[in-house]
C-alpha cells in the first residue's frame, strides 16, 4: 500500500543551523509529493510540492528534491530561523487525478531557538 | 477570499451528544475532505467528497456520517460522540491542474468529548 515515513522529532537546533528532515514513500505508480507545515494552533498550510521525479519543490528558503531510485523527498533548509518552529508533515497523492486523498507521515516537530 | 473556514474552532460535548462540524470553501474546488489528527498519528482521512454529490468513505470512517451540501460546503456529523473522538478535525479542500493536486486546509476545530 502506499505509505509515508518521516524521521521522528522532535528536532532541536540553533538558530542559523541547517536542517534536515527526512522523508521517504511507499507508493505504486507515481505519487505527487508535498511538505505541510502546522505552526502552533493553526491548520496545515502547503510549503512545497513536487510532482515528478527529479522535480525540486521550493519555498521560503526550504527545499526536498523528488528522488524516484531512493523513493525519498527530504526537506533542507541552509539556515533555520525562530519563526520556522512548526510542526512539518510529509504527504503523498497517490493518483495524479482528482479527488485524491493526501497520505500523510506522522509529522516531525521543530524548535529552533536563539 | 477566505478559502477554507470551518465552524467551530472549540467544542465540548458529553459522551452520547451529537454535533455538526461545519466547512465551506470559496475556491470553487470540486474535492473536500475530512481528516482528523491525533498526537503521533498525523492524519488520518475520515470522508471525502470528489465532487459535488458524491462522497466516499476514507480511512477511519466509524461513527461520522458527511453531507455534501452543495459545491462550497461540506459538513461532518458526529451522532453520537464517544471519547475516542476527541480530536482536531480539518477540513480541506483541492484544485487538480496539469501540475497536480493541491490541497488547503481550515484552520481546524478542537473537539473535547467527555
Not at chain 1, 522532535?10 to 505552526?39: H, K, M, R
Not at chain 2, 482528523?36 to 461520522?64: C, H
Not at chain 2, 452543495?70 to 453520537?80: A, C, D, I, P, V
Request: hydrophobic share 30%; net charge neutral; proline share 4%.
Amino acid at each position: 500500500g502506499n505509505s509515508v515515513t518521516q524521521m521522528e522529532g522532535p528536532v532541536t537546533l540553533s538558530e542559523e543551523a541547517f536542517l534536515t528532515i527526512n522523508c521517504t514513500y511507499t507508493a505504486t505508480g507515481y505519487p505527487s509529493l508535498f511538505w505541510y507545515v502546522q505552526y502552533p494552533g493553526e491548520g496545515l498550510q502547503l510549503l512545497l510540492k513536487a510532482t515528478k521525479a527529479d522535480d525540486k519543490g521550493s519555498n521560503k528558503g526550504f527545499e526536498a528534491t523528488y528522488r524516484k531510485e531512493t523513493t525519498s523527498f527530504h526537506l533542507e533548509k541552509g539556515s533555520v530561523q525562530v519563526s520556522d518552529s512548526a510542526v512539518y508533515f510529509c504527504a503523498l497523492s497517490p493518483l495524479n487525478q482528482a479527488g485524491t486523498a493526501l497520505i500523510f507521515g506522522k509529522g516531525t516537530t521543530l524548535s529552533v531557538s536563539s | 477570499n477566505a478559502g477554507v473556514t470551518q465552524t467551530p474552532k472549540f467544542q465540548v460535548l458529553k459522551t452520547g451528544q451529537s454535533m455538526t462540524l461545519q466547512c465551506a470553501q470559496d475556491m470553487n474546488h470540486n474535492s473536500m475532505y475530512w481528516y482528523r489528527q491525533d498526537p503521533g498519528m498525523g492524519l488520518r482521512l475520515i470522508y471525502y467528497s470528489a465532487s459535488e454529490g458524491t462522497t466516499d468513505k476514507g480511512e477511519v470512517p466509524n461513527g461520522y456520517n458527511v453531507s455534501r451540501l452543495n459545491k462550497r460546503e461540506f459538513s461532518l456529523r458526529l451522532e453520537s460522540a464517544a471519547p475516542s473522538q476527541t480530536s482536531v478535525y480539518f477540513c480541506a479542500s483541492s484544485d487538480f491542474s496539469s501540475r497536480g493536486e493541491t490541497q488547503y486546509f481550515g484552520p481546524g476545530t478542537r473537539l473535547l468529548v467527555l
